[in-house]
């Protein structure tokens, strides 16, 4: 028996005034999988990320996490479900990285209260698992680009919370720090976290994401598995350029024209 979808996205209508962003979303996502999130500029990929973690909220529509509508959940233990790292991490005060991840962990503490013994150790293996631990004792806001988007991951898988999102986390990285971060979102799927990456890099979105949504114009104009998705119909009429796809020993490589 199939497992219902993690994430489900009915008829979901945004708007900033009267100016429509996104128009009658439909999309479910499975759990344990990456999930692209493409389009051009301007195709509502990152407000779509922020109305699923209600940072805005739907002007109609239902987003259904864990089969709850997620207007039925508090916020807190909205908190303990989805989290969000939104693509502008730089930080303006000064706080060390260790307190900076352990920020992730408040969803699951009551008021007035500490860190508990099982709280560092879900610290300590966010760090682990993005290899920021060297970096513990330095200020976030003293980081490098790459630095500070590991950090970010670390608070998000602090939070436990099953479905991660992200906001274009390799746009301003070099080509090294790129792959990094998508072998860790490959580390964090095999771990069982559910992920949904906005990204504008489509050679990345096609070698690592399971499927892909692709958005145009607000609206969805393709959902469903990765290879259909970058027929090279749909990428002209979206993107504007042809596309060829190019196999090797090491994969998969994209040519655009």
Wanted: proline share 4%.
């Amino acid at each position: 028996m199939n497992q219902p979808p993690l994430l489900q996205i009915e008829h979901l209508d945004f708007a900033i005034g009267r100016q429509p962003i996104l128009r009658d979303i439909c999309a479910s996502f499975a759990a344990g999988g990456i999930h692209g999130i493409i389009g051009p500029n301007g195709s509502g990929k990152s407000t779509l990320l922020k109305n699923l973690c209600r940072i805005w909220q739907p002007r109609s529509g239902r987003v259904i996490i864990n089969g709850r509508d997620y207007h039925s959940i508090g916020r807190k233990a909205l908190s303990r479900l989805v989290t969000l790292v939104q693509q502008d991490t730089r930080v303006d005060f000064s706080i060390s990285v260790a307190d900076f991840i352990a920020m992730g962990r408040h969803p699951h503490l009551q008021r007035l209260q500490g860190l508990r013994q099982r709280d560092f150790d879900i610290i300590d293996e966010a760090m682990q698992l993005t290899e920021t631990a060297p970096l513990r004792e330095r200020w976030v806001n003293e980081l490098s680009g790459g630095e500070g988007q590991l950090v970010n991951i670390a608070r998000a898988l602090a939070t436990e919370a099953p479905l991660i999102l992200l906001d274009e986390p390799t746009s301003a990285l070099d080509i090294r720090h790129k792959l990094d971060i998508m072998e860790l979102l490959t580390a964090m799927r095999k771990g069982g976290k559910t992920i949904l990456i906005s990204i504008h890099d489509l050679e990345l979105a096609r070698r690592y994401c399971d499927s892909v949504t692709i958005l145009h114009q607000g609206e969805v104009f393709y959902h469903g598995p990765t290879l259909a998705g970058f027929a090279q119909e749909r990428i002209k009429e979206v993107f504007h350029v042809d596309v060829e796809e190019m196999a090797s020993d090491r994969g998969i490589s994209l040519l655009f024209y």
